[in-house]
């Protein structure tokens, strides 16, 4: 299968070698509504991948020679629910989901290939990445993003955010704050550096 230019982006983002060590896609299929969940076992995460609207996204999967590594090209359209993380995040308390929207999503993961439909778990320590591109909203408990490109490491919550607009609490603050920035690198779950930035407490300055 031809990747786009996006799908190469955002390979190349996630893993630098995968391009010359990957074959084309090796099966792809139209993405299922995800079961009722449930709770989760310790030291387990849940992937579900839903459509973002009437269109059907599909799933691309591709596996390195070993079959110990896995790449899906997901999109038009699709909303990634990842939960059991269990993050402490400063100024919003345990986090146990995130919820990420975009027009096109590329995952990685080693291991076994996931299941997105959410009926089997990965293990927490597993590596999980993800690039986005496309009318990005990544929400975290209270903490909203809103970006056209963006990575992010799920195991170690980092990540880097371009084009971003922040919204978030913070300590010793009550209501959000509002962060827009050219470039936004975060290095852990409750740190970010920005450059270019500009930062308010009024959702309507500009």
Partial sequence: ATKTASDQRGMARLHPGWAR???????????????????????????????????????????????????????????????????AVEGIGMVNVIDIEADWLVIW??????????????????????????HIVFRQGERKIYANQMYYDVRRNMGVILDAEILTPVPEYEGLVRLKAQVVRQLDASRFVAQNASLTSSRLAE
């Fill in 109 to 134: 993961t080693a291991g076994i290939q996931p299941d997105l439909n959410g009926q089997a778990l990965q293990n927490r320590d597993t590596p999980l990445e993800v690039y986005m591109e496309g």
């Fill in 21 to 87: 060590s990957v074959p084309a896609a090796q099966c792809a299929q139209p993405l299922a509504a995800p079961p009722p969940t449930a709770p989760l076992p310790p030291g387990t995460r849940r992937i579900r991948l839903v459509p973002r609207s009437d269109v059907l996204p599909q799933v691309n999967w591709s596996s390195s020679p070993t079959g110990d590594e896995w790449v899906a090209v997901v999109g038009p359209g699709v909303n990634l629910i990842v939960d059991g993380l269990d993050i």
